[in-house]
């Protein structure tokens, strides 16, 4: 398919996806670049140093930046991450008394998850806590994204997400000068990448201009992805019933205090609650249409078994999941509806016949939301942690009605915009407000997380 700048090649067989994910020859960096050119705006010095020296696959500064990513989203720096993210959730959710009457769920989870997870990555001295108005300026720039991307003078057609690209990056800034990313409550995330970054000479300015990627990443798939599960769960009352169930197995009082304190085991979410699981990952399926994108570097062919095609140096591979998630081929004729079941393991969907079981093996094959390769999504454990611990609470712990006391309705889901992930509720969807009240038995309980096997 000819594009604007050059011929590019739509993957749409599994197969042939996973195989351009690994691909050493297809490569994600040139995009990288020109994502952080038009969308963070930073300087030429910085653009020389992430590009790719000539017969070189990749910059040398990427890929230690990249290992220092993926490295400081595993094991206990994950751990601990995920559970400074669920303190500062449950810090809010434990200050609502009774009943609490939102005017826009959507904008309620953003306000609550965006300051959860920047206090995670962010440590005390968050940018977005000490000055919240931070947040709408991030969800403003969110908004036009694809307009940056363009580079189709921003700063006049899309001026308040300008303003809020250039508020979010000028706080980065201060926040590097004032040395507060070496401060010992910094998620390895953050401090790691800075560090990575200063080795080779980039500016103060400049990591702030970096910066508002990383926040962006953590936030843009991971709210709208909270929005629609907690909306697929609260408007059935029998799914509802049944993940209850589930989560009581891992809920259990905190030890030796007198107040009724409720923890929750996020370490045991894949092992007893398959349904709540299925629900998350039926939910990404649903609404992420991420197309990914990597470069041909040597000319390269590719095959799915049946034919062989052949990828010409300098030319693009788009992957659209949104094609691939959707396909009815694969997803059998429900492909574009709920299913809360369709992800449970097939021992627990019961008398699955050979060809059935051979049908979701298949299935596993052809979803892949957080990418693929050595670029797979270092951040899909945390947001995993993360949303489903919030959900686990509402859930579990509230009443979740429309505000006339009925059940919330789930709008429709729509398709995400081009460089949109996750699709987000617009219009009077945007403007949805619910009702978030104490179940019944459950008015005194002080929520809680730990992480224990
Ligand atoms: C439901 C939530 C999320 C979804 C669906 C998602 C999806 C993705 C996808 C599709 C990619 C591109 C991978 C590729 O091209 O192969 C990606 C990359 C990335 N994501 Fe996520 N993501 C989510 C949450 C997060 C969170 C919470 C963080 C950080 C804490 C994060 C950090 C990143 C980073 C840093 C990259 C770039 C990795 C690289 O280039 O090596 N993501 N994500």
């Known amino acids: 398919m000819p594009l604007l700048d050059a011929k590019s090649y739509v993957i749409t067989s599994p197969v042939m996806c ?11 960096e040139p995009h990288m670049v020109e994502f952080f050119q038009r969308m963070l705006n930073v300087s030429d010095a910085t653009i020389s140093l992430l590009k790719i ?4 696959k990749e910059a040398s500064m990427l890929r230690e930046s990249s290992k220092a990513i993926h490295e400081s989203l595993t094991g206990e720096n994950l751990h601990r991450t995920n559970l ?3 303190e500062s959730i449950s810090l809010i959710i434990n200050g609502i008394d009774g009943c609490f009457t939102s005017d826009s769920l959507f904008r309620w989870l953003r306000l609550t998850l965006t300051l959860a997870t920047s206090d995670a990555l962010y440590g005390s001295q968050n940018p977005f806590r000490i000055n919240k108005s931070l947040i709408e300026s991030l969800w403003d ?16 057609f899309v001026p308040k997400a300008h303003r809020g690209r250039a508020a979010v990056q000028a706080a980065f800034t201060e926040y590097f000068k004032n040395g507060y990313d070496l401060q010992p409550d910094v998620s390895p995330l953050v401090h790691s990448r800075a560090a990575c970054y200063a080795k080779y000479g980039i500016s103060l300015s400049d990591l702030g201009q970096l910066e508002l990627a990383i926040v962006h990443v953590a936030t843009a798939n991971a709210i ?6 907690l909306l697929f769960i609260a408007s ?4 509802t019933s049944l993940i209850r169930h589930e989560l009581l197995t891992i809920t259990k009082p905190s030890s030796g205090d007198p107040e009724r304190e409720i923890d929750i085991n996020i370490a045991k979410f894949s092992s007893h609650c398959p349904l709540l699981v299925s629900c998350y990952r039926e939910v990404i399926r649903l609404g992420n249409s991420n197309i990914g994108a990597r470069r041909v570097m040597t000319d390269t062919t590719i095959t799915d078994g049946t034919s ?10 788009q992957i659209p999941s949104g094609v691939i998630h959707m396909s009815e081929e694969t997803w059998g004729p429900n492909a574009s509806t709920f299913d809360a079941r369709r992800f449970l393991d097939p021992n627990l969907k019961g008398n699955m016949t050979a060809k059935e079981r051979e049908e979701d093996r298949q299935r596993k094959k052809a979803y892949f939301p957080f990418g693929g390769g050595k670029h797979l999504c270092p951040g899909r454990n945390f947001a995993f942690a993360e949303i489903l611990g919030l959900l686990s609470v509402l859930v579990l712990g509230f009443d979740i009605r429309a505000l006339d006391g009925g059940l919330v309705e789930v ?9 949109e992930g996750m699709v987000k509720p617009t219009g009077k969807d945007l403007e949805m407000g619910v009702r978030i009240e104490r179940r019944r038995g459950w008015e005194d309980a002080i929520w809680g997380f730990v992480s224990e096997q």
């Open 308 to 317: 062989t095609y052949l990828l010409k140096a300098g030319c693009n591979v």
């Open 224 to 229: 709208p992805t909270t929005f629609w599960t």
């Open 141 to 156: 720039f969110d908004a036009h994204v694809i307009s940056f991307i363009m580079g189709i003078f921003p700063s006049f």
């Open 236 to 239: 059935s009352p029998t799914l």
């Open 411 to 419: 709008p429709k889901m729509g398709r995400s915009g081009v460089a």
């Open 53 to 56: 020296p000539a017969g070189e």
């Open 84 to 86: 400074k993210a669920l």
């Open 18 to 28: 996973q195989y351009a994910f690994r691909s050493k020859d297809l490569s994600f």
